[in-house]
């Protein structure tokens, strides 16, 4: 467990002192600030019975799809570019220890990030007052199932990730690749009740399955405050699944 | 040199190695999901628990014996915004009630979503066999079929208005009742007697009316029938409940006698509404039954307990299964001129006799038996001090040498029968008290209630001017970041 935390302490620095870094953390603020105004807007042009909470985690996938490739690409591919994964499987670290950790530092930058944007509720109220209450902007229910959702998702889609930067030496591939998968995996169970064909029979038929594995069935019962296990067990046990196969790809490749 | 040394075998036992754990481990991830997709937990943590279902619900959904199926149609005009607000609180809706109906792991309701232009054959089946023709501006409709039963719940019955801004959604209690419909075909009877110039389920008169009762009847599955007691022997075998509904001439003691058998032999199940100043001529009844229906009427003086047009509310009540939730939420009832129905003071001991005072006027109130000489002032020597009891609901429980207690008849004597005419049926705390009564005299307790949802729809008082102001501000996040990254580059450099 030493060597674990070494390299874990070591991945965590090594990613609070990289610039992009802080690029990407600027860019995914801004994108995240712009997503927020935009749904303050429409908040504030027509009655509805949602917060802006609700709506603004509804745009999760889009940081997603972008933030996660750009924390995680560099992670195993560039080991092995330059030729320091072989050096790092010659001490006493296991591969596993070496991909928990890399899957570790990336996990808690993504939270931190998102953790940045609890303020956000709080800013709005600050400026504007008594007159657009806290309540309407920051429900407790809504935020921690929201949050909790971010938190248990991001295990999965951070070890794809890792998952995609172990399977190449090219950072740009591995980016690339985990853009995809993360796409597909997210939007594909809401994208297959849309499939323009003429009859979708067969699709109600792996109803259960598509919503079962549909990330915005999830959100839409995590962020109306509604929590549920399977989630967990899913996000869970596919994250271990993927990081056993990263773990296998690194030994084997190493 | 054995052939496990050679390095070709060696790589392939390893590849095989990896193969069967990834293999095993993929086994274990579906393994896990499929138990955890049937054994889970679901917390709703909103404040007044929004998107939970009622208990009532909870308790039908698990007494689902025949799979249950309910098609939803989508909207098709993709440009309505209320309409896809209408479909994102049905499926709300649905999703929890499959989520409640699974009993022993099974799924006992299945809901489909189909789209009429692309799923052709539901959309045939939607008009063939449950006689539904979803046309383009039909928008959603939702069918709820079981075997070959099968009834339609229209978004009418899903909302109500209560203000401008605001909204009821009733769908819970209409998909609820639908499914009781497809459920249980045999529904349960009540009688309503007639002869006496009683209220009438089919008059849609503002005071006398029942029409809005006949309403609330049909959609939770009860049927009605009119009885004249003249004309039997015997209350009906299937009477569930007998209704006595403000007579304004008395029972014959023929008749009381027929109702007398029905609670004493039959546990029997009675409901008698009464208005003031009307002889009703069931007192020996009453007496039996410890229920005492003076010739008064209740006059309020307190303000508090006076509706602007003059009506009493009411707002004590007793702590009994039927007003649990009505104490729970604090809600009041409006009631029109009654007459005091309390405790018999004189009617004999019995123990297995039970009665409860269930709903009482204000202290300030008293019960003024000189009410022909237009006297209203109280009269302590005459009159019934406040607060006076408005209902009664008595029971009898029949004990066994062996200890156990089996229901015995049941009745409730309401000493005012406008809080259930059309005027008031809908108001406050009526139609959940009345409903409470009727499910307690059925011994359905535990499915007393499906409370309406009020949603609440915000809108931010924020000018455009203000919003970019925020945007500005909000910015100084992302800006703070910047400004750390750049410091710790600075460092770096050094």
């Not at chain 1, 939007?187 to 009859?199: N, Q, S």
């Not at chain 2, 001439?249 to 609670?263: N, S, T, V, W």
Request: net charge negative; with cysteine.
């Amino acid at each position: 467990m030493r060597h674990f935390f070494t390299l874990l302490l070591h991945e965590i620095r090594m990613l609070l002192i990289a610039p992009a870094s802080y690029v990407a953390a600027v860019l995914f603020l801004m994108l995240m600030t712009f997503v927020y105004y935009f749904y303050l807007n429409a908040a504030a042009s027509e009655p509805s019975d949602h917060t802006v909470g609700v709506w603004f985690f509804q745009a999760f996938w889009i940081p997603v799809c972008f933030m996660i490739p750009l924390l995680t690409m560099k992670s195993i591919a560039e080991e092995r570019r330059l030729g320091t994964l072989e050096t790092l499987m010659t001490t006493p670290a296991t591969a596993l220890q070496i991909v928990l950790s890399k899957f570790l530092s990336s996990y808690f930058f993504y939270i931190f990030l998102w953790a940045l944007t609890i303020p956000f509720p709080f800013i709005v109220h600050y400026y504007i007052g008594e007159s657009v209450p806290l309540s309407l902007l920051f429900n407790h229910a809504s935020m921690i199932g929201g949050y909790s959702f971010i938190a248990i998702s991001g295990l999965l889609y951070i070890a794809v990730g890792i998952f995609a930067s172990s399977m190449t030496r090219n950072q740009l591939v591995a980016g690339m690749l985990s853009f995809c998968i993360l796409f597909v995996m997210i939007l594909a169970g809401a994208l297959m009740l849309k499939v323009p064909i003429i009859d979708t029979q067969w699709i109600l038929q792996s109803y259960d399955i598509v919503n079962y594995i549909n990330s915005f069935e999830h959100l839409e019962d995590f962020s109306r405050g509604v929590l549920d296990s399977r989630p967990l067990f899913l996000y869970g046990s596919m994250t271990m699944l993927l990081l056993g196969i990263t773990t296998l790809i690194v030994e084997s490749k190493a | 040199m054995s052939a496990l040394d050679d390095f070709r075998i060696a790589r392939w036992v390893k590849r095989l190695n990896r193969t069967i754990q990834i293999l095993l481990s993929l086994t274990l991830a579906i393994a896990l999901n499929l138990i955890a997709a049937k054994h889970f937990m679901r917390e709703d943590i909103t404040r007044n628990h929004r998107y939970s279902l009622a208990p009532e619900t909870l308790a039908y959904l698990q007494q689902i014996e025949e799979p249950i199926r309910i098609i939803v149609t989508e909207p098709t005009n993709a440009n309505s915004p209320e309409l896809a607000e209408i479909f994102a609180d049905i499926q709300n809706l649905l999703r929890e009630f499959q989520y409640a109906s699974r009993v022993n792991g099974k799924q006992m309701l299945r809901v489909d979503y189909i789209n009429i232009y692309k799923d052709s054959l539901a959309t045939e089946e939607l008009v063939r066999k449950y006689n539904v023709k979803p046309a383009e501006e039909a928008q959603i409709v939702v069918v709820v079929t079981s075997g070959d039963e099968y009834t339609e719940v229209y978004l009418t019955d899903m909302y109500r208005d209560t203000a401008v801004d605001e909204k009821v959604f009733t769908g819970e209690q209409a998909i609820t009742t639908a499914v009781l419909d497809v459920m249980r075909p045999d529904k349960t009877m009540l009688y309503f007697t007639t002869g006496h110039s009683e209220m009438n389920l089919e008059d849609v008169g503002e005071r006398r009316g029942l029409s809005q009762m006949a309403t609330f009847l049909r959609k939770r599955n009860y049927r009605a029938k009119e009885l004249d007691l003249t004309q039997v022997a015997e209350a009906p075998e299937d009477a569930s409940v007998i209704i006595v509904a403000a007579p304004q001439l008395g029972f014959l003691p023929e008749e009381q006698e027929i109702l007398r058998q029905y609670l004493d032999k039959g546990d029997g199940r009675l409901i008698v509404l009464l208005d003031p100043a009307i002889p009703h001529g069931l007192d020996d009844l009453f007496y039996d039954w410890g229920v005492l229906a003076d010739d008064m009427i209740v006059l309020e003086a307190s303000d508090n307990f006076v509706a602007s047009g003059g009506d009493m509310l009411v707002a004590k009540f007793a702590e009994h299964p039927t007003t649990d939730y009505i104490l729970k939420n604090q809600l009041k009832g409006k009631f029109g001129l009654s007459r005091p129905v309390r405790i018999d003071p004189g009617s004999p001991l019995d123990d297995r006799l039970q009665a409860v005072e269930l709903v009482g006027s204000s202290a300030m109130s008293w019960g003024e038996r000189n009410y022909r000489n237009e006297s209203s002032k109280y009269d302590q020597a005459s009159d019934l001090a406040g607060p006076v009891s408005l209902a009664v609901v008595s029971e009898r429980v029949t004990g066994s040498d062996l200890g156990l207690d089996l229901q015995g008849g049941k009745l409730a004597v309401f000493g005012n029968s406008t809080w259930l005419g059309n005027s008031k049926f809908n108001i406050g705390a009526n139609p959940i008290l009345f409903n409470n009564v009727l499910n307690w005299m059925l011994e359905r307790d535990e499915m007393v209630n499906i409370p309406p949802q009020v949603i609440e729809r915000h809108q931010l008082l924020i000018s455009q001017d203000e919003a970019f102001q925020i945007y500005l501000r909000l910015l100084t996040l992302p800006g703070g970041v910047a400004l750390v990254g750049m410091l710790i580059l600075m460092l770096r450099r050094r």
